[in-house]
């Protein structure tokens, strides 16, 4: 059975850091597309940060310039560096792979950003 199993959410101040890991297990993960959604208290989920197969990366504009997504396929694990943040980052964040046919989800970490 696949898993993705993220790690690294908690309780941040504002203008803090945080680092975010998912390790895949059971699929080829260097031939997915691996990305970080988060979905805040009643609001959709989101696309946070992709990076292909190849090590091509996006971002939506609310994260960009702030957050840095990267992938170790060695270690079949993606990370979310979160730097600077702020409050609207507070959300549940869950790590998703995609090869095309198939997708899969993590079971989501918590972010918390306050004061």
């Known amino acids: 059975q696949v898993q993705l199993v993220e790690s690294g959410g908690g309780l941040v101040q504002p203008g803090g850091s945080l680092r975010l890991s998912c390790a895949a297990s059971r699929i080829t993960f260097s031939m997915y597309r691996m990305d970080w959604y988060r979905q805040a208290p009643g609001k959709q989920r989101e696309l946070a940060a992709s990076?292909?197969?190849?090590?091509?990366?996006s971002y939506a504009d609310s994260v960009k310039g702030r957050f840095t997504i990267s992938r170790d396929n060695a270690e079949n694990t993606v990370y979310l560096q979160m730097n600077s943040l702020k409050p609207e980052d507070t959300a549940v964040y869950y790590c998703?792979?995609?090869?095309?046919?198939?997708?899969?989800w993590g079971q989501g970490t918590q972010v918390t950003v306050s004061s």
């Open positions: 998703n792979a995609y090869d095309g046919f198939n997708r899969y």
């Open positions: 990076i292909t197969s190849g090590g091509v990366t």
